[in-house]
């Protein structure tokens, strides 16, 4: 979202986009994996961008993250990388937003909680992509906020799961899937829970 001050575009940019390179981390070649996930971490959760994840989830007791459950959803002509050219491709070749226009993580439970000031715990559920629902877990970490708890979760798929078992296209994702110069595709969250008005 480019409207949030801790973005950054990624390699290869529109004109007008700005990267600032006093603080943007040393990038590493792509065929290398690189542990930094996210890249470019947001400093603080704020409504300042276009509506592009909307979500529900039910917590029958906050204190533990006990009873959870929900839905989260991704508007995926939202994606933004900062270069117009390869997010209509991505929309229309690889992603095909028209026949799939959400990307959903649903949350059936959350297990192994560790409170404390930062509350780590594993959300298991399953992730659909391009019309394809799989089981998934994905590590939480949690932390009070000014506007509400601030969740974060990431997880990742190798790669080959985009055309093996996504089943998105092969020529589109040729380069980077097909002729194996990914290796691992990381997803993630970053959102603030707030309780519904009574």
Request: proline share 8%; with cysteine.
């Amino acid at each position: 979202c480019p409207a949030d001050p801790s973005w950054q575009p990624g390699e290869g940019r529109d004109p007008g986009l700005f990267t600032d390179y006093s603080v943007r981390p040393t990038t590493i070649s792509a065929a290398r994996s690189d542990p930094r996930i996210p890249l470019f971490p947001r400093y603080r959760v704020r409504a300042l961008c276009r509506q592009a994840v909307r979500g529900e989830v039910a917590v029958d007791d906050a204190a533990r993250l006990r009873g959870v459950r929900g839905r989260v959803t991704l508007i995926a002509d939202s994606l933004f990388t900062g270069l117009e050219m390869r997010d209509t491709y991505a929309r229309r070749a690889i992603l095909e937003t028209v026949r799939y226009p959400e990307i959903v993580f649903v949350i059936d439970s959350v297990v192994d909680v560790q409170g404390g000031d930062t509350i780590r715990a594993t959300a298991v559920g399953s992730f659909e992509l391009h019309g394809v629902s799989r089981p998934m877990r994905a590590p939480v970490v949690g932390t009070r906020d000014p506007a509400g708890l601030r969740i974060r979760a990431q997880f990742s798929v190798p790669a080959s799961q985009l055309t093996d078992e996504f089943l998105m296209s092969k020529w589109g994702l040729g380069m980077g899937v097909v002729l194996k110069r990914w290796k691992t595709i990381h997803m993630g969250v970053d959102i603030i829970l707030r309780p519904t008005p009574s």
